[in-house]
């Protein structure tokens, strides 16, 4: 196996890897991350661990 040819498929193994994190970062349910991003937004309940949320 020469030089070039094996820089070849290197390049087309990055490519496909590439490819394959792109689309499986980009698919899917995005609820998930929209119920986590509204996480900093809840308020906590008062709990004898966390007497510094606000009281009702």
Same mark, same amino acid.
């Given at each position: 196996m020469d030089l070039p040819l094996l820089r070849g498929l290197m390049s087309l193994a990055m490519l496909v890897t590439f490819l394959g994190l792109f =689309?499986?970062?980009?698919?899917?349910?995005? #609820?998930?991350?929209?119920?986590?991003?509204? =996480?900093?937004?809840?308020?906590?309940?008062? #709990?004898?661990t966390n007497p510094e949320a606000p009281k009702p």
């Open positions: =689309l499986w970062v980009f698919r899917g349910s995005k #609820t998930r991350f929209e119920d986590a991003a509204a =996480l900093p937004f809840a308020e906590d309940p008062p #709990t004898p």
